[in-house]
Protein backbone atom coordinates (compact mmCIF):
# COMPACT_ATOMS: atom_id res chain seq x y z
CA UNK A 1 0.00 0.00 0.00
CA UNK A 2 1.50 3.35 -1.30
CA UNK A 3 1.06 6.24 1.47
CA UNK A 4 0.90 9.87 0.65
CA UNK A 5 1.09 12.56 2.84
CA UNK A 6 0.17 16.39 1.71
CA UNK A 7 1.42 18.91 3.70
CA UNK A 8 1.82 23.05 3.03
CA UNK A 9 -1.30 23.87 3.29
CA UNK A 10 -2.79 26.98 5.21
CA UNK A 11 -4.32 30.59 5.25
CA UNK A 12 -3.53 32.88 3.13
CA UNK A 13 -4.69 36.33 1.67
CA UNK A 14 -5.67 36.70 -1.96
CA UNK A 15 -2.34 37.58 -4.55
CA UNK A 16 0.07 35.18 -2.14
CA UNK A 17 1.17 32.09 -2.28
CA UNK A 18 1.83 28.56 -0.74
CA UNK A 19 3.54 25.53 -1.87
CA UNK A 20 2.16 22.27 -1.50
CA UNK A 21 4.44 18.94 -1.06
CA UNK A 22 3.24 15.36 -1.28
CA UNK A 23 5.48 12.46 0.50
CA UNK A 24 5.32 9.24 -1.28
CA UNK A 25 6.17 6.46 0.34
CA UNK A 26 7.33 3.99 -2.76
CA UNK A 27 10.41 2.79 -4.30
CA UNK A 28 9.31 3.24 -7.82
CA UNK A 29 8.19 6.94 -7.13
CA UNK A 30 9.95 7.95 -10.18
CA UNK A 31 7.57 5.64 -11.92
CA UNK A 32 4.15 6.85 -11.48
CA UNK A 33 2.48 9.70 -12.97
CA UNK A 34 0.79 12.36 -10.54
CA UNK A 35 -1.38 14.28 -10.00
CA UNK A 36 -3.33 17.46 -7.42
CA UNK A 37 -6.57 17.44 -7.12
CA UNK A 38 -8.67 19.55 -4.97
CA UNK A 39 -12.54 19.28 -3.99
CA UNK A 40 -14.90 21.66 -1.80
CA UNK A 41 -17.91 20.65 0.09
CA UNK A 42 -20.96 20.44 -2.43
CA UNK A 43 -18.67 19.50 -5.72
CA UNK A 44 -17.04 16.40 -7.09
CA UNK A 45 -13.12 16.58 -7.07
CA UNK A 46 -11.43 18.21 -9.64
CA UNK A 47 -8.25 17.33 -11.65
CA UNK A 48 -5.71 20.76 -11.04
CA UNK A 49 -2.41 19.69 -12.60
CA UNK A 50 -0.65 16.20 -13.03
CA UNK A 51 2.79 15.21 -14.16
CA UNK A 52 4.14 12.74 -16.01
CA UNK A 53 6.75 10.16 -14.89
CA UNK A 54 8.88 11.82 -17.62
CA UNK A 55 7.94 15.08 -16.63
CA UNK A 56 5.27 16.15 -18.72
CA UNK A 57 2.44 18.55 -17.19
CA UNK A 58 -0.73 19.85 -18.02
CA UNK A 59 -3.15 22.10 -15.81
CA UNK A 60 -6.47 23.08 -15.21
CA UNK A 61 -7.67 25.87 -17.57
CA UNK A 62 -7.99 27.96 -14.30
CA UNK A 63 -4.96 27.51 -12.45
CA UNK A 64 -2.35 27.42 -15.58
CA UNK A 65 -0.06 30.64 -15.41
CA UNK A 66 -0.91 30.49 -11.87
CA UNK A 67 0.42 27.15 -10.40
CA UNK A 68 3.33 25.21 -10.90
CA UNK A 69 3.24 21.14 -10.57
CA UNK A 70 6.85 19.31 -10.07
CA UNK A 71 8.63 16.22 -8.62
CA UNK A 72 11.68 15.24 -6.75
CA UNK A 73 12.36 11.79 -7.73
CA UNK A 74 15.31 11.72 -5.48
CA UNK A 75 12.79 12.62 -2.55
CA UNK A 76 9.72 10.70 -3.58
CA UNK A 77 7.89 14.01 -3.46
CA UNK A 78 5.58 15.90 -5.56
CA UNK A 79 4.80 19.41 -5.26
CA UNK A 80 2.31 22.20 -6.22
CA UNK A 81 3.83 25.89 -5.83
CA UNK A 82 0.58 27.90 -6.62
CA UNK A 83 0.83 31.39 -6.71
CA UNK A 84 -1.30 34.92 -7.21
CA UNK A 85 -3.67 32.98 -5.25
CA UNK A 86 -7.95 33.88 -5.59
CA UNK A 87 -10.46 32.80 -3.05
CA UNK A 88 -11.68 30.43 -5.79
CA UNK A 89 -8.73 28.41 -5.34
CA UNK A 90 -9.96 27.28 -1.53
CA UNK A 91 -9.92 23.86 -1.14
CA UNK A 92 -8.75 20.64 0.21
CA UNK A 93 -6.16 19.68 -2.08
CA UNK A 94 -5.33 15.66 -2.92
CA UNK A 95 -2.41 14.58 -4.11
CA UNK A 96 -2.70 10.96 -6.40
CA UNK A 97 -1.43 8.18 -7.97
CA UNK A 98 -2.96 8.15 -11.32
CA UNK A 99 -4.97 5.66 -12.34
CA UNK A 100 -4.39 4.17 -8.74
CA UNK A 101 -7.20 4.23 -5.50
CA UNK A 102 -3.89 5.97 -3.72
CA UNK A 103 -4.45 9.22 -2.42
CA UNK A 104 -3.49 11.22 0.74
CA UNK A 105 -5.22 12.70 3.37
CA UNK A 106 -5.56 16.29 1.99
CA UNK A 107 -4.08 19.81 3.02
CA UNK A 108 -6.97 22.28 3.26
CA UNK A 109 -6.00 25.87 1.59
CA UNK A 110 -8.40 28.95 2.19
CA UNK A 111 -7.62 32.27 0.11
CA UNK A 112 -9.16 35.42 2.06
CA UNK A 113 -10.35 37.89 0.13
Known amino acids: QVQLVESGGGLVQAGGSLRLSCAVS????????MAWYRQVPGKQRELVAA???????NYADSVKGRFTISRDNAKSTLYLQMNSLKPEDTAVYYC???????WGQGTQVTVSS
Open 96 to 102: NVRRTAN
Open 26 to 33: SSIFSSYD
Open 51 to 57: ITSGGTT
